[in-house]
């Protein structure tokens, strides 16, 4: 975090004010005070007009804790209805597929519905007769804003070309739904080209042929699932960045890496602060700041490239991003 | 199927008689007489020692017609609650791992619960107002059954390594009972060595640390996603075979191979039988056959370690593979 916002503050012109303000949230909050997302704190966060959120997960809480109460709390609560996951593949990196051409394609996973709306139970927990279900709950106008958005998106890039991805071989009743809203929407951007895959048809065009994709628009957890993968074969989770968006700006979208918060190294200096700072640039992107954004995208690609093999502190990679983008 | 079929007899002792029984399933049937698996070809199939389907699935037949009303209506049928997919790496093939050590590992997916069971439905279905669920619907008694079959496998193998896969973290309710049960039988598998993955992280290391895997137990969806995965990277989905087990001999097992029809080559004699004929080896050791199964996988590897990059048709590799069994 502390590296994002050394790049954020040597990136942005004179002229532009940044006003920031930290908020004390996740494991330690928990432990210290059973609190995850105070009310108040959901409030007072509204104020702002972007969040930069930290890696959260740590194994000292049970699985689940922060991960609904303060993660999926606010991507619910403002509403972050295009969760937008590029994915490049940056020179130098270990990728399987280094030295493929042309892998530049981004992932538009729905945020606020699907198998992410807590729906479902346990009846009988613990017990030889437990039945747990998971309910996705998937509406027309879910599926519809995030859909066209993503034709939005598709419309704008050279290749024009939009990939729904679901199982609507199986989950018959929302896979139909999201084709139908797709091929509707799909008419009226008749230039761009689209195309259909199964999710586990997908997963395996992401390894053979990841250039075949342009814009993905897909549910909430296929999406979480193909955006893992599409990092591990373009640089590593490490790089991977992700904008939780609304849209509408009713509410202040949130910047994030798609990795978690890897306790194992917090505070040993280890941890490759990169994806935090392509989260800021997508950040910048969103509020307008086009020229920074990718500026520092070029001097993210560009560090990766003078990389040396050596290992370097977090500290390390994030003055030399810092002073990068700021000379 | 015609293949599988030649390697089937090449393999077998001359003191094995096989009866074999051809079902006409699949889109032809259902074009002609609008019917995917009528009661008394159901009925009929249960008499049968194993079944070995040919890969289903035409984009002339509404997508989910065939695999609800025929593969997934036998795997239900048939209480197919282990679905096993060993992925091995073969010489010589175009995986972009190729070249990495000891990649070998067999996924035990659960075949009758999770979001596989239809359960779910469309409300005011292709209104601006639609809602379409899916429910994931998991038994601790359809958990602990397969759980319990993947220790056994993980015991049995001389790593004895046991992985669950599932995404505790959201997916509270069947997440937590998955992970309880999990924990609760490996206490009667004290060498077993156990390990939890968040879905997405799987699919990180199939890729990055394919080799860190001996056994994964994980649920139907998942395990759909995973497999594909696990046969990109593994020498392709052209090689990956499956069983669709019911332990209990209640009712016939049944094999076939973890990709589609390709119904754009069918006919044409390019399609690769190797996927069947590797789901024949299942089938054998299902039925006690090992040294045939065993016979047979030896051989497949040949057969590619053999390849010399000119194209074969179906019919060529397949009399390959069957005169190097019989022989
Ligand atoms: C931490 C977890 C809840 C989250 C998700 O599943 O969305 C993460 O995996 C992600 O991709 O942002
Ligand atoms: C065809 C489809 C219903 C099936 C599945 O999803 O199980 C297939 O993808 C598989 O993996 O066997």
Do not use: C
Not at 236 to 264: C, K, Q, R, W, Y
């Amino acid at each position: 975090m502390a590296q994002g916002l050394k790049v954020l503050t040597a990136v942005l012109p004179q002229d532009v004010k940044l006003e920031t303000q930290e908020y004390d949230l996740g494991a330690q909050r928990w432990h210290r005070t059973g609190e995850t997302l105070p009310d108040a704190e959901l409030e007072s966060l509204k104020q702002h007009d972007a969040i930069l959120l930290g890696a959260i997960g740590d194994p000292s809480v049970p699985s689940g804790v922060l991960e609904r109460g303060l993660l999926l709390k606010l991507r619910f609560a403002f509403d972050h209805f295009v969760n937008l996951r590029p994915s490049k593949l940056f020179p130098n990196t270990e990728s399987p597929l280094a030295g493929r051409p042309d892998i530049d394609f981004v992932v538009v996973r729905e945020g606020t519905e699907g198998p992410y709306t807590g729906n479902g139970g346990s009846l009988r927990t613990g017990t030889p007769a437990e039945v747990a279900t998971e309910v996705s709950v998937n509406t027309a106008y879910g599926v519809e804003r995030v859909v066209r958005d993503a034709y939005e998106r598709a419309n704008a890039r050279p290749r024009k070309k939009l990939t729904l991805v679901h199982k609507n071989n199986v989950l018959v009743y929302a896979g139909h739904m999201w084709k139908n809203i797709f091929d509707r929407v799909g008419r009226e951007y008749p230039e761009v080209t689209t195309d259909y895959l199964h999710v586990d048809a997908a997963t395996i065009f992401l390894v053979t042929q990841p250039e075949r994709f342009d814009v993905i628009v897909t549910d909430n957890l296929f999406g979480d699932i193909l955006t893992d993968l599409a990092a591990a074969v373009t640089g590593g989770i490490g790089l991977a960045a992700s904008g939780n968006i609304n849209p509408t700006g009713a509410f202040p979208s949130m910047f994030e890496p798609v990795h978690g918060s890897a306790p194992d190294i917090a505070g040993t200096g280890k941890a490759d602060p990169t994806a935090t700072i392509l989260s800021v640039a997508l950040l910048l992107r969103h509020l307008g700041h086009e020229e920074q954004a990718a500026r520092i995208e070029a001097e993210v690609a560009a560090d990766l490239e003078a990389r040396d093999g050596s290992a370097r502190t977090t500290d390390e990679i994030g003055d030399a991003i810092a002073a990068r983008v700021a000379g």
